[in-house]
């Protein structure tokens, strides 16, 4: 079974279970997704079958778009609602005071990631760190967010936002670090991730409906192709001869014709040394991922359909 399933990941389901019920579903021997939903947050969890897990890694650095709430006054330990409470303020900033500081927050921002985050801290998640009250001190990083924006303030202590960012932000530590610029303390109370790249939590299924298709063919309806993942990535058919030496690794020439479809939406005169391209047989299975390269396209990722 090969392809991405888009699901709709209700609250108090961790990213992994919800893998582990997809794989279940359609019988799928490999399965992968596009990023951790935390457990308290719903929305696009992009999950990968089969070959598709190849292409993880480009959905991965799409761009990716939440909307949320921010509840000011408390501090958490995880930055959600589902931590401790380590501190307390009065202060509730006004609209104005929240949209004339969200161009700070927009752009490249260095963001310190949530001691309770899956990322790995001498071979252990942190959040396992966390959870056993050792001190979790993570690395800054640098995060991209290409917008953000005030949606409502239904009340005081909460606003309503939704920001459009890069690869290894945490909407967790954005709001913790806007409160403090504040003057208060924050955290998230809910979170909805709406789109990665080209998938859409309007064309996701949710989990618990996908649940109910177990083993019969209505399920696979919601299952999209490899080249769903590929968005923006350069794509060209090839012919049987090419088709088979890429399946075995070697390069295949670039004729003229080719390389004016490769070429095609690349900006003029850029260097295409190391382009990425997604190549497909005439009738659409795809072959492989390859590297542009003088002249040719050699193969780095191959897909392979054999019977199990």
């Not at 959905?59 to 949320?68: I, N």
């Not at 019969?216 to 012919?239: C, Y």
């Not at 382009?275 to 497909?280: D, E, G, K, N, R």
Request: hydrophobic share 40%; charged share 25%.
């Amino acid at each position: 079974m090969h392809g991405w399933v888009i699901v709709d990941k209700p609250q108090g389901v961790t990213s992994t279970q919800a893998v582990g019920a997809v794989k279940r579903v359609f019988d799928a021997q490999k399965a992968g997704h596009a990023g951790t939903l935390d457990p308290m947050a719903t929305g696009v969890l992009a999950i990968a079958l089969g070959e598709a897990t190849k292409t993880v890694p480009y959905a991965m650095d799409a761009k990716k778009t939440y909307r949320f709430t921010a509840r000011w006054g408390e501090a958490r330990d995880s930055d959600d609602a589902e931590g401790r409470v380590t501190a307390t303020s009065e202060r509730r900033p006004s609209k104005e005071e929240i949209e004339a500081a969200l161009p700070r927050f927009t752009g490249t921002l260095v963001q310190v990631p949530p001691a309770y985050s899956a990322i790995k801290v001498q071979g252990e998640r942190a959040y396992d760190l966390a959870r056993e009250g050792q001190a979790v001190a993570l690395e800054p990083r640098n995060v991209e967010i290409f917008e953000a924006s005030l949606l409502a303030m239904p009340d005081p202590d909460h606003a309503e936002f939704e920001i459009r960012c890069g690869k290894g932000t945490y909407v967790r530590a954005w709001v913790r670090d806007l409160a403090i610029f504040l003057g208060t303390v924050g955290h998230v109370s809910q979170l909805r991730r709406t789109r990665i790249g080209s998938f859409s939590v309007d064309d996701a299924i949710a989990l618990e409906t996908l649940k109910g298709f177990m083993h019969i063919p209505a399920a696979f309806e919601h299952l999209r192709p490899i080249s769903t993942a590929l968005d923006g990535i350069p794509a060209l058919a090839v012919t049987g001869p090419d088709a088979v030496r890429l399946k075995s690794g070697n390069p295949i020439l670039i004729r003229a014709n080719q390389f004016a479809k490769i070429t095609e939406g690349q900006s003029p005169g850029g260097d295409l040394q190391g382009l990425t391209v997604f190549l497909s047989t005439v009738e659409g299975e795809p072959v492989a991922l390859a590297e542009f390269a003088q002249g040719e396209l050699r193969p780095f990722r191959v897909f392979n359909f054999g019977t199990r």
